[in-house]
């Protein structure tokens, strides 16, 4: 604020006796037709029906502390704008220049802001004050609330950060933007998730900092994680891809992905549509990745999900019955021609099936490569069909699959290391026929993404 007619340079009160003219005009209110708030206007002309929010400081002994000239601004703001509720909130006793305490100080008073107002969003005015008040509240605003963007746009708890610049008689409002150093180290923490393949949570970090092709890329890929194949053949077909991207050798990850009237129906080693050999691979490539990162409870879901999908994918690619792509509709077929002609290949169960379980799609599965001769994907299903608690084999009695996944599932409880270990050196042998001598595809995809940063 300016204290005019006093005769200071500027009519700014020197530093020196800033605290104790400010008293002075506290208690001599008849002054305040002399003082002139600068640069808090520019800003709350745009917002004259806010809540207000200043924060001042009081050491002990007072020295150049804003203490009164809170209490004057808040008086002179209410006059000229009476829609405003305005409030002054005290640092006391704290150094305005020791970071360490301001970001303690600003933390509790952030959180409480949010509790008292979880519906609002905040525009945060980072002017006037030190340095380091400057930079502990940028701080605390940044990792408590989410900045306003077009995609959040109307959301609450988001915030816009402003600073104002004197220009003349003008004040200049910019918005604050982050340094570059804070750029790259966010952008290091976004590579850590990446690598640890957590997708989602590196574009809730990313705040549109990665380039336009690292950010479509790694959209692509959490969609991949997380098996969205319908929305990524909506949306990120490979027309949807730049040249600059097609020509980058790592896209044959997501071209041999993609689907095409030439490829779709194409026979591989397993004898698969492409549309499944696709679920297949990035099923075994997620289990893999979740197992050398030991969690191995959505390691085992994962293992199990590639199983069902090996299966039916086989029998619809090599029979009548699309059960892999139309399960509800063609499950009661499928079942009724094993019950009907098949029904010698069921006697290892106790009773008659009565529903088509996986066990009983493994076993025809198993049945039926054997019959067109496709040994690979005859021998994979065998191995895999052991794993299932109906076939009662040795070697995973302790801990069946569908057991440990029954468990997850509906009883909550986790898989230990030890009895993921007896499924290690199976999902080694299915990841290693699959991929052959190809790169793991999680690993492409994020270096993919990570070489576009």
Not at 28 to 53: G, H, M, V, Y
Not at 128 to 148: C, D, M, R, S
């Given at each position: 604020m300016r204290y005019l007619n006093q005769g200071y340079p500027e009519d700014f009160i020197p530093k020196n006796v800033f605290y104790d003219k400010t008293k002075f005009l506290w208690?001599?209110?008849?002054?305040?037709?002399?003082?002139?708030?600068?640069?808090?206007?520019?800003?709350?002309?745009?917002?004259?029906?806010?809540?207000?929010?200043m924060f001042t400081s009081l050491q002990d002994p007072p020295y150049q502390d804003t203490y009164y000239e809170g209490y004057i601004?808040?008086?002179?703001?209410?006059?000229?704008?009476?829609?405003?509720?305005?409030?002054?909130?005290?640092?006391?006793?704290?150094?305005?220049?020791?970071?360490?305490?301001?970001?303690?100080?600003?933390?509790?008073?952030?959180?409480?802001?949010?509790?008292?107002?979880?519906?609002?969003?905040?525009?945060?005015?980072?002017?006037?004050?030190?340095?380091?008040?400057?930079?502990?509240?940028?701080?605390?605003?940044?990792?408590?609330?989410?900045?306003?963007?077009?995609?959040?746009?109307?959301?609450?708890?988001?915030?816009?950060?402003?600073q104002g610049n004197e220009k003349g008689e003008e004040t200049q409002i910019e918005e604050i933007k982050k340094t570059a150093v804070e750029r790259i180290n966010i952008l290091s923490d976004i590579k850590t998730l990446i690598l640890n393949n957590n997708y989602g949570a590196a574009l809730t970090l990313n705040q549109n900092l990665l380039r336009r092709n690292a950010q479509l890329i790694l959209e692509y890929t959490k969609l991949r994680w997380d098996g969205m194949w319908s929305e990524i053949d909506r949306k990120y077909g490979l027309d949807k891809f730049n040249k600059k991207i097609k020509d980058q050798n790592l896209f044959h990850v997501i071209q041999d992905a993609g689907l095409s009237s030439e490829n779709d129906n194409s026979r591989n080693l397993f004898r698969l549509y492409q549309r499944h050999y696709r679920i297949c691979k990035t099923l075994l490539s997620k289990t893999y990745n979740l197992a050398q990162k030991k969690e191995f409870s959505r390691a085992v879901l994962s293992f199990h999900q590639f199983i069902e999908w090996i299966a039916r994918a086989f029998i619809e690619a090599n029979s009548e019955f699309e059960i892999a792509t139309n399960y509800y509709k063609y499950k009661a077929p499928l079942f009724e021609d094993c019950m009907k002609n098949h029904e010698y290949l069921f006697n290892i169960f106790d009773e008659s099936p009565k529903y088509l379980s996986l066990p009983v799609i493994l076993l025809y599965g198993e049945k039926l490569a054997d019959e067109i001769g496709n040994l690979q994907t005859k021998n994979l299903l065998k191995r895999l069909m052991i794993t299932q608690s109906?076939?009662?084999?040795?070697?995973?009695?302790?801990?069946?699959?569908?057991?440990?996944?029954?468990?997850?599932?509906?009883?909550?409880?986790?898989?230990?290391?030890?009895?993921?270990?007896?499924?290690?050196?199976?999902?080694?042998?299915?990841?290693?026929?699959?991929?052959?001598?190809?790169?793991?595809?999680?690993?492409?995809?994020?270096?993919?993404?990570?070489?576009?940063?």
């Open positions: 208690e001599n209110q008849s002054e305040f037709k002399n003082i002139e708030p600068t640069i808090l206007p520019a800003i709350l002309d745009k917002f004259p029906d806010c809540k207000l929010i601004l808040k008086a002179l703001f209410k006059k000229q704008y009476p829609l405003m509720d305005v409030e002054v909130r005290n640092f006391e006793n704290i150094n305005p220049t020791n970071e360490d305490d301001l970001v303690e100080k600003f933390n509790f008073e952030l959180q409480s802001l949010k509790h008292l107002y979880p519906k609002s969003n905040f525009i945060v005015y980072n002017t006037g004050g030190t340095h380091q008040q400057k930079n502990a509240l940028k701080a605390i605003v940044e990792f408590y609330f989410e900045p306003k963007t077009d995609e959040n746009f109307g959301k609450t708890g988001t915030y816009q950060l402003y109906t076939f009662r084999n040795k070697e995973f009695q302790k801990n069946y699959l569908d057991s440990l996944r029954n468990g997850i599932a509906h009883d909550g409880k986790g898989v230990t290391e030890k009895e993921f270990d007896a499924y290690q050196p199976l999902i080694e042998i299915c990841y290693r026929e699959f991929f052959q001598k190809e790169n793991d595809l999680f690993k492409d995809l994020n270096d993919f993404i990570i070489s576009n940063i």
